[in-house]
């Protein structure tokens, strides 16, 4: 059986990050056997978040403007900032309520293997933004992972010998976890507790 519509919501289903094609098959067959108003109402949120959420022109963040409403924010610590992977990672710590300072996102982490190297994040605008701005601190929370260690790390002697504090996300994650999926407990110690970086190896 060739069915082109249903073949091709599943590719495209299948190419998101977390789903693979039986997953996809799944979620396209219960699109496919819900009430086609929810189908209607699917496709314009996805529409609309193309076309109202961008990316934060400063940090990398989400934003409904050019600048997200956290480096708009007067009222947050202009001395601290925190490097994380991705987008999501700035949720995930705004939900802990421990930090209050500014954010830098790099979409994504150093992975040789995959082919990322430095020139694939977003390091160039961390670097201007460090040149510019009298920060006090430097908090790295890429993931406790092979590859968000390496980035830490990078990070670190990168902006070595600035006078710069930098810190690390602590114990309490787990190596290979992600922030992303950390319980609000456990995230909200790592921060509190983040400590150097030269002995978070």
Request: charged share 25%; net charge negative; glycine share 8%.
């Amino acid at each position: 059986m060739h069915f082109p519509a249903l073949e091709q919501l599943v590719d495209l289903l299948g190419s998101l990050p977390g789903i693979g094609k039986k997953s996809a098959r799944r979620i396209a067959f219960h699109i496919l056997k819900s009430d086609p108003e929810n189908s209607r109402r699917l496709s314009e949120s996805v529409l609309r978040l193309r076309q109202e959420v961008r990316f934060c022109k400063q940090c990398g963040g989400l934003a409904e403007a050019d600048l997200c409403h956290i480096c708009s924010d007067t009222a947050r610590d202009q001395s601290l900032l925190c490097v994380v992977e991705e987008p999501s990672d700035v949720f995930s710590i705004e939900d802990t309520g421990e930090f209050q300072g500014l954010y830098h996102v790099l979409m994504g982490a150093l992975s040789p293997l995959d082919g990322i190297g430095p020139e694939d994040l977003r390091l160039k605008e961390l670097s201007e933004r460090i040149e510019q701005h009298p920060f006090r601190e430097i908090f790295v929370a890429t993931n406790p992972t092979l590859e968000g260690d390496a980035t830490a790390h990078y990070i670190s002697e990168m902006f070595a010998n600035r006078g710069f504090r930098f810190t690390r996300i602590s114990h309490g994650i787990a190596t290979g976890a992600s922030i992303e999926y950390a319980d609000r407990g456990t995230l909200a110690r790592s921060i509190r507790e983040r400590k150097a970086l030269s002995d978070a190896g």
